[in-house]
């Protein structure tokens, strides 16, 4: 493997653990792990959805998700409804109170990746991103 390659790989997994430790250090006050805020971003982003098609998006299994799933309908963060187009996969759709707190947790957040943005021109941040963008669709693309 070249060794390009396995120094970007290198890296993703270090940032995935900063941003991880980050993002706990952060929400340490509030009462979701950021499993749970992912599933969170995912409603807020993309609207009402199963559980299966919430653990595709992530790339995760369905009982990984159900497990996230569970814990934020108990805490009111989310609601289940009906789903027209299945019986047994109801919709996970964010409530009130579900909103308003990813709303919070993404304002402390803009405040503590604010002064990050600027460490590099916008162009290069649009390059590291197509350059992952690039590697998780050849991922994807293998069996």
Known sequence: MSEPLLSLLDEVRRCWHVL???GERLHAEE???MGMRAVLEQLSRFGPATVPS???ARGVSRQHVQTLVNPLAA???VRFEDNPASRRSPLVALTREGR???R????????LLMP???ACPASEWRQAAATLRKLRLSLEARP
């Open 104 to 111: 919070r947790m993404k304002r402390a957040e803009a405040g």
């Open 54 to 56: 919430v653990a595709r």
């Open 100 to 102: 308003l707190m990813f």
């Open 31 to 33: 009462p979701v792990t």
């Open 116 to 118: 990050v943005a600027k």
């Open 20 to 22: 991880l430790a980050a």
């Open 75 to 77: 805490l009111g963060l």
